[in-house]
Structure formats: C-alpha cells, structure tokens
C-alpha cells in the first residue's frame, strides 16, 4: 500500500508567470516592439478587409513641440473608438495626420536664423520650417506610439507633402471655379508684429487699457438746414474714440437715423448728441449749464458736413443702425480703413478706403506729429495734437475687452489691406455656401448636443472668409495676373498645370519657377493677349488647409470613403478644424466632411485652471509612461467623462495606477488558476455547471451588453468604473473569494473545479477583449498568457467583442436562466445580511474567522424556497462550515431576515481550513473533513490510472 499523499502537495495553489508588478515601463517597450515586428496595423488590416468600414479621420495636430496632456486625451480617446470599432468587427482605418504650415514654426525659424533670413532666400527659409516641422512630427508620432495608440504612422498625412499641397491649391480652385473666391480690399485683424492677416479663429480677447477721447467736430455745412433754431449758431458735434491713432482716417460721423438727437448750447457753442447719452456727454465735456436748443432725428444729420479735427478734409455726416446708446456720444467717428462696420458704411458712402497704417503699424503720410509712429504710441501724440487745437473735449483711460493675437498676445488693429476672400454668400448648387453649411450641421450627430448651435451661430454670423496671409511657410494661393493689364487668369488649364506641378514637387516648385515655367505653353491674358504673367505670392489661411484633409485622406481607398464618420476634436475646435473643413467640404462638394462630431474637454488642474505650458500645471504623458506606463496614461482619459473638462494631476495618475493594479489582481488570479486548464478537454457546458458560475457568468454576460453599448456611445468612464467596480467587488472581493476554497482544495479533475475554472477562464477571455481598447498593453500581456484554443488570433486587437454565447455558450432554458439570476440575486443579499452579522462575532471574538462559525438564518417563507434551492451552496457562498436555515415567522417581524453564527461544532480540517464532525474519522487522513477525504481518494485515484 502506497503512502497517504502529503497534504500540502494536494492542493491546487494559483501559480503564473504574469507577474503581479506590471513593470509598464519597462514591458511597454518591449510590446511595442513586438507589435512593430508583427506589423499589427496590417495584420488588423488585413482581418478586417472586407468588413464594413467605421472611419474616423484624424485632426491634425500641430508640429511645433512635444505632446502635452491634452494630445494624450485627444489620442487615446480615438484610439479607443478606433479599437473599439474594430473589435466589433469593423475595419475601422486610423490615419494619423499633422499640421506642418503655418506662423508659431516660421517665427520659431524667424528667431533662430536672426539676421541671416534677411539673406535667404523664400525656398531656404521653407527648408528651415520643413526641417522644424518634420522634426516634431516624428517626435509626436513616436510620443502617440509610447502610449499604445495603433495607426498608420509610417504612412500619415502631413499638410506640407507634395500630395497634401496638391489637394489644398485644387480645392482652392474649385471655389475659384465656382467664382466664391475675390479679392478686395477690407479691413481684417491685423497683427502688426507678426505682421500678417489673422483669422477670426486667431483671435483672443482680454483686458487692454486704451485711451478714451471726446472730439469735437466742427459743422461746415448750414446748421440751419438741420433745425432752423441752429440758424447761425456755431454748432459741433462731439464724436468718441479709444483709438485716437484712427482719426488721421476719420472720414465722417455716423448718426443713427431713428435715434432722437439734442442741440445743446454751452458757452456760445452748440453741440449735438444723442438725447440717450446727453446726461453722460455734458458730465464728461463739462458742459454744465447747457441748454437745449433743438431737438430731432438722426436722419436729419445725413449729408451734413463737418471739418476734421485737425486735417484739411471734409466729414461727412452719414447714416447708421450699428450706432447705439451703450456708451460714446451717438455720434460715431468713422474711419472705413480700420474697422469692420465703418468699412461697409465707407462703401456705402463712397468715401476714401485707403489705409495709411503701414503693415508694422506705422501711421504714413500724416502730421509730423505723429508721422511715422507705430499706433498705440502714435496716441498720445495726436492727444496733444487734438488738446494745440483746441477739439479735445475730453480724455481719460479705460481699460476694456480687446483683441489680441493668439500668437503673440500684442494687440491687434483692424486694417484695410488686399486680401483675398471666400463669400459666405457664394452660391453652392441651389443655396449659399453660409445656408448650405446650415443646412449640413443639422444631418449632422454632435456630441455633446450643444454643438450644434454653437457652431450654427459660427456659421450664420461670420464674415466672409480671408485666407490669405502675407508669410512664407505655407501654400501660395497659386494664381497668376497679367503682367501688363492686371487681369487676374482664370483658366483651369493653369489651375491643373499648378496641381500637377504641386503634386510632383511640392508647393516649393511656386518659389523655384516662373511663371512660364509653370503654365502651359502658348498661355495667353484673356484681357489683353499678352502672355506675360506674375505669380501671387500670399499663401492661404492654414485652417484652409487643414480644413481640406478630409480631401486628401478620404475617398482615394476602398477602406477610407468619404465624408467620415467622426471628427473627435477639443472644444476649440467649432470655430478651427470643424469648421474650416465644413466649409471647405461644402464649397466644394456641398456636404459636410462628416456624420458625426465629438468634442473633448479641456484638461484642468486640481485647482480647476486650464493647464497651459506657461502655468507648468500640466502633467507630461511620455513622462507618466516612463514612470508609471503609457497604460496609466489611458486609463486616466478613460476615467475622466471627456465631455466635460476635465482634471489632470499626478496625485489623479497614482490613484489610476492604484485601481491598475486592482484590474491587473484579477486577471492574475483568473491565470493563476487556469494554469493546466485545457479549454478543449476540460471547459463544461453551462447547464451543467455550478449554480454560482453559472450566475456569475450571466452576470458577466450582462456586463459585456453593457460595455460595448458605452463603447458605441464612446462613453468610455462608465466603462472604466464598471469594470474597476466588477473586478474589485463582484469578482474579488466575492465570486474570486468563494471560489479559492473549490478551485484549491477540489481534486483537480473535478466537475466542481473544472466548473469554476470554465468560469474563470470565461470571465478573463471577455474581460481581456472588453478593456482592450483602453488598456493596450495588458490586454495583450492576458491574452499572451490566456489557454490557446484553436484559431486563437495571435493578438488580441486582432479579437473580436464577446458575443452573449462566447461567455455563456448556449443556454439550453433562458427561463431556467432567468430564475436562476434572480435566485442569485437574493442569496447575495442575503449572504451581506450574514457577512454582517460574521463580522460582529469576529468582533465580539467569538469566532476568528467565518469558517469557524455556523451561520442560522431566518427568513420569510418566499426566501426560505429559495435558500432551500441552493441548500449545498451556501456554506461556500458564507465561507463558513455550516448554514442553517430557518423559518422567520418566530422572528422579531420587523426584519424579515435575522442572522445567528454560533460557533462550529468539530474540528478544524487541517486541509481545507472548514470545520466539521467528521474530522479523524478517516483512518488514512485523519486531521482532514470528509470532503477533503473524498478529494484526496480522487486524487489517488487517478495518480494510479
Ligand atoms: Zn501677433
Ligand atoms: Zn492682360
Ligand atoms: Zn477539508
């Protein structure tokens, strides 16, 4: 007779290689290089070709500088929709894309060539800028690789390749061809630092102090003409202004034909201004004592004349319902060359529109008072000027809301210049551009909802577009003029000449070749037949640019079509990307680029401040992956509800990479005991599985539904805290607790083992799929180590979403299911009742642990059915070594559940720690319970066959 087994040797101990330190930043690297050598974005590729496509297009981020917090947001949020997308079966295509034109990378180049620009030419400064802005992009792509984002990196999109160039001028030149493109002479946002054009988008406003100047305006016309109680008089008007420096271009005074006006006589002068701001002008003028002479309406001041303050030059008096009663006097000094409103009243009126503010901001061809000065200094000159001449009515400082260059921060002014434009009143097909993209943004799915106002009210209030700037580092709006008449040619002969040509060499080739060089032979003016041409030298708006992406990525292959089905971009974006490209995408194609726009928060720190690189309150992702790992990274974007602002701290990092190791504990205890499981020689069919697993499959099963609906509804922090709260509660601290006693003291060949592993390895194969999307890394690590099954795909992002049947198989009775779900359910409560009532006699110390107790029940009699269902399984669901049930109707009628734990009876098994009766009764092993008994005779059992 062989010798008792050695009852240490008996159980089944969890025991894996997956470690229970992560070690991501270290492990990390080595995944990625795996997935590089294994070419991953193919391989997903190549198993999803065919499929239906899901593709979201990438918005371009800028190439000047290493990822911050709110790139990691941005990218892992749609590699998660990417990922996602992809493990529900589509082929859901990413290609990366970026930003390489543009200002902050030519001024960067500006300060580091200092004086040696001034003796480059054009195509070496843009070597410089390509060399700037392909250096970033290759620090960026390996910065988004880092933590775990998958796309097409060795082939993404840059708006500065030859193809990409090719894509902007032909885009351009479809709205020249739909005649949507003139240029004019107007008044933009101009920087005179930076000195260039700037789009509305590049605007910021914030506290500027200005001077505040009351003039007066001498009449010149008759006065009488107006009121005949002016007859005579000496009458004025009294115009108000915070930009003194404009009225060298002061070309007349607008009234509001509908407001009321007063005459008031102080001092032997009469001087009008509106009823509304009478009370205020007289306080601020010092006109105290004045009287009313006169009394009428604005219209009457039409076509009246006035003298300018200080120059030889007739002021118009002129009509206006932009005048309001906010503040000033009624009556509006206007200068067409430096504003907006004034320029279209300019128009109107026929007044001169030209701008004497040279592109640095220096005021030519004025007064030696303040001729050749920059604006904001030439002020106070012409304050004095104003005061020798005896106008100046007042003057204070006032500090207001004003415009300012995104980026430089200086002040901007409004200057009329030429440049060229897009007319939101352009026709497309049957419409306006601007009514058409309105038209477009409701087909469209915004999320949040809110978008879609936000940006209609963009879109119904902007002016017409100015893409031209006056810089180097971008694409040339490629059109040519006549050399001789001016005329400007409009053939697409030439427009497919400068697209080939962009195509083959780049936008470079418009600074490496004439113009001769570039049209077709023969090219003759339309206006006057020459055939001598020069070049247009400004380039176009970069958000023309990157608003054409959806032209250049899309559309060209079979996995990629066109329009998108997401652009996922910052809140910035409504009046950036999303908005650039709708108009773009309408203009030419008259449909929006896109189905559906989703918007991220901004990143916050703990203190609620938006982080910026100046404040340092960031965090730097590459650093947290070199720290703690790119995973963590993710997890903390899938934590946050992205909607919304959002919070970034290291203090928020560690408590992620704290709930990481909870999730990582799982799936480690889900390995540890799967480490001889044979899916395909030991896996049991559900129905005749263990109550509990079953329900905890259900369970699982459920969770999965959940899951990927959130993932359709790119609700990705419910994901993050459902699955944080399953495996912590649900499957640690209760199913995984029950089950250890079944999985390490059964024999191994057991049903009630196998059950419970079957389970286990169940739960773990979905729940590796379901956080695969978010965390790249250990999904990968889990599934290296899950059991290998037939066609098992090497990667896990090569996996499919469980389906109901990959976690429960079929289910023989969906009812017998159901009943016994719900039956689970109350036991669970039940099982807290007791847990409770365990942990008082642990406290009162008369057990020390629940396996050293009995635990008696009472319940309802609609309870006490159940519990008799499940009558073998709840000493194991207590962990205790007895469960007595008992009727409730002798109870106190308050509770309709009591729990009793008295102390069990027996002794303890030395094997499995229960208490029982039974224990020495076997002569072979006689410090062990009669379950453990039978164990081991199985276990010898089989050592024998
Ligand atoms: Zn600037
Ligand atoms: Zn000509
Ligand atoms: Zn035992």
Redesign the pocket.
């Known amino acids: 007779m062989r010798a008792p087994l050695e009852l240490k040797t008996t159980l089944n101990l969890p025991k894996t290689d997956f470690s229970m330190k992560a070690n991501l930043p270290q492990n990390e690297p080595k995944w990625l290089e795996r997935w590089e050598k294994m070419g991953i974005y193919g391989k997903i590729r190549a198993a999803r070709k065919g499929s239906p496509t899901y593709v979201l297009h990438d918005g371009p981020p800028y190439a000047n500088g290493a990822i911050h917090e709110g790139h990691a947001l941005n990218k892992s949020l749609k590699d998660f929709v990417v990922k996602s997308k992809t493990m529900a079966g589509f082929d859901s295509p990413y290609v990366p894309g970026w930003d390489c034109h543009g200002l902050p990378i030519e001024i960067k180049v500006d300060e580091s060539l200092g004086r040696k620009k001034l003796e480059m030419s054009p195509l070496d400064v843009r070597k410089k800028c390509r060399e700037y802005a392909q250096k970033y992009l290759d620090i960026q792509r390996e910065q988004f690789k880092r933590i775990g984002v998958f796309g097409r990196f060795d082939e993404p999109y840059s708006t500065m390749s030859p193809q990409y160039e090719s894509v902007i001028v032909r885009t351009l030149f479809d709205f020249m061809e739909k005649g949507a493109v003139y240029k004019g002479l107007r008044p933009v946002y101009w920087c005179i630092f930076d000195k260039t054009a700037l789009a509305e988008a590049e605007i910021e406003y914030g506290p500027h102090t200005s001077p505040s100047v009351w003039v007066k305006y001498r009449m010149t016309s008759d006065p009488g003409a107006v009121d005949p109680a002016l007859a005579g008089k000496r009458v004025n008007t009294i115009i108000w202004t915070t930009t003194p420096w404009t009225l060298p271009a002061s070309m007349a005074v607008a009234f509001h034909p509908k407001l009321e006006y007063v005459a008031l006589e102080h001092a032997g002068e009469v001087y009008i201004v509106a009823d509304a701001l009478a009370k205020a002008t007289v306080e601020k003028c010092n006109l105290t004592g004045a009287v009313e002479v006169a009394r009428f309406a604005g219209s009457k001041l039409e076509h009246t004349t006035f003298a300018h303050p200080f120059l030889e030059r007739k002021i118009l008096g002129v009509l206006a319902e932009y005048v309001t009663t906010d503040q000033g006097t009624g009556a509006v000094h206007t200068a067409p060359s430096h504003g907006e409103d004034d320029f279209y009243t300019g128009a109107k009126y026929h007044l001169d529109q030209t701008c004497n503010v040279d592109e640095s901001g220096r005021l030519r061809n004025g007064l030696p008072e303040y001729d050749g000065k920059r604006v904001f200094e030439a002020n106070a000159s012409i304050i004095e000027l104003l005061k020798s001449r005896n106008v100046l009515m007042a003057s204070e400082k006032i500090e207001h809301s004003y415009p300012h260059c995104w980026r430089c921060h200086n002040p901007v002014i409004f200057r009329a210049t030429e440049q060229w434009f897009i007319s939101m009143e352009a026709r497309v097909e049957d419409s306006t551009l601007r009514q058409r993209s309105l038209d477009e943004i409701k087909k469209v799915r915004w999320i949040p909802a809110w978008g879609e106002e936000r940006i209609s009210n963009m879109i119904a209030t902007r002016p017409d577009w100015c893409i031209s700037r006056q810089r180097v580092w971008g694409v040339p709006i490629a059109v040519f003029f006549c050399e001789v008449c001016g005329k400007l040619l409009e053939s697409s002969e030439a427009y497919k000449s400068v697209v080939d040509l962009f195509a083959r060499e780049g936008a470079d080739s418009w600074y490496k070749h004439e113009a001769h060089d570039i049209l077709p032979p023969g090219t003759k003016c339309p206006g006057c037949g020459e055939a001598r041409f020069r070049k247009e030298m400004d380039i176009i708006d970069v958000w023309f640019e990157s608003g054409s992406s959806h032209a250049a990525v899309l559309g060209h292959e079979p996995n990629l079509p066109w329009p998108a089905d997401l652009y996922l971009e910052g809140g910035d974006q409504y009046r950036g990307w999303f908005h650039s490209s709708l108009l773009c995408a309408v203009g030419t194609r008259g449909r929006a680029p896109y189905r559906s726009v989703a918007t991220n928060g901004w990143t916050l720190d703990p203190q609620g401040r938006a982080t910026s690189k100046s404040l340092g309150n960031g965090i730097d992702p590459v650093d947290i992956a070199k720290r703690l790992g790119g995973e963590i990274v993710r997890l903390w974007v899938a934590s946050v509800d992205f909607q919304e602002d959002v919070r970034v701290s290291e203090e928020l990092m560690q408590r992620v990479a704290e709930n990481y190791r909870k999730i990582r504990n799982t799936f480690r205890f889900i390995l540890g005991n799967l480490r001889e499981f044979d899916p395909q020689m030991h896996s049991v069919p559900f129905a005749d599985m263990l109550p509990l697993d079953q329900y905890m499959l259900l369970r699982t099963k459920e969770m999965s539904e959940r899951v990927q609906k959130w993932y359709e509804n790119f609700e990705f922090h419910r994901i993050y805290h459902q699955v944080n709260d399953f495996c912590t509660v649900d499957l640690s601290a209760v199913y995984f607790d029950v089950l250890k006693d079944r999985l390490y003291?059964a024999a191994p060949n057991s049903q009630a083992r196998r059950s419970a592993q079957t389970a286990a390895w169940r739960i773990g194969e979905a729940l590796v799929r379901l956080m695969a999307p978010i965390m790249t890394f250990t999904a990968e690590e889990v599934w290296s180590f899950l059991p290998r099954v037939a066609n098992r795909q090497e990667s896990v992002h090569l996996a499919h979403f469980p389906k109901p049947e990959d976690i429960t198989g079929k289910v023989a009775d969906p009812i017998e299911a159901q009943t016994l779900h719900a039956d689970f359910d109350v036991l669970m409560a039940v099982r807290d009742e007791a847990l409770k009532a365990l942990e008082v006699a642990r406290r009162d110390k008369l057990i020390g642990s629940a396996l050293e107790a009995i635990v008696t029940v009472h319940v309802p009699e609609n309870i006490y059915k159940i519990l008799e269902r499940y009558r073998h399984d709840l000493r194991f669901l207590l962990i205790a070594s007895g469960v007595v049930v008992k009727h409730a109707s002798e109870g106190n009628g308050s509770t309709p559940m009591r729990v009793e734990v008295t102390k069990a009876p027996g002794a303890k098994?030395e094997?499995?720690w229960?208490y029982?009766l039974e224990v020495g009764k076997n002569e072979r092993y006689p410090t062990?319970?009669e379950?453990?008994t039978a164990a081991l005779n199985e276990i010898e059992r089989e050592q024998i066959a």
Request: aromatic fraction near 0%; include cysteine; charge should be positive.
């Open positions: 003291t098994c094997r499995c229960n029982s062990v319970c379950r453990c």
